[in-house]
Structure formats: structure tokens, C-alpha cells
């Protein structure tokens, strides 16, 4: 199954950071599609639930220090 989320992620603030999460997610194994916009700080992860879960990339977020802001 195909799960997508949004979420916020408040320390977005360049062009590189930009760059990291949908580096560093991307590389994920499960992960089809990531899209991280720097003007709203949200970024958008796609992913197969079968192989990945958002656990998974809660915490390699985290790892990478732009965690996702909780609600």
C-alpha cells in the first residue's frame, strides 16, 4: 500500500536544505517520491508501506536534524 503525507518542517530555510531531505528521504529503500518546498517548509513523502514506515522517516529526519514539526 501507498502512503502520502505532508507534514511541516520548520527549519527549512535554504536552497540546501531543501536538497538534504529530499536527498537523504529519497534514499530511503520504499521511498517513491519526495518534495521538499523551502517558501512553505513542507514536504510532501510518498512510500510503500511495505517497506518503509513513517517511523522510519520520522527518524532519519531527526538523524539529519530537520524533524517534523509535531502536531
Request: proline content about 4%.
Amino acid at each position: 500500500m501507498t502512503t502520502t503525507r505532508t507534514f511541516r518542517v520548520p527549519n527549512i530555510s535554504c536552497a540546501h536544505c531543501v536538497y538534504t531531505i529530499e536527498r537523504e528521504l529519497g534514499a530511503l529503500k520504499g521511498v517513491t517520491s519526495v518534495h521538499a518546498d523551502q517558501a512553505s517548509q513542507l514536504v510532501t513523502v510518498e512510500w510503500q508501506e511495505s517497506q518503509v514506515t513513517w517511523e522510519d522517516i520520522r527518524a532519519l529526519l531527526q538523524e539529519i536534524n530537520y524533524p517534523p514539526e509535531t502536531a
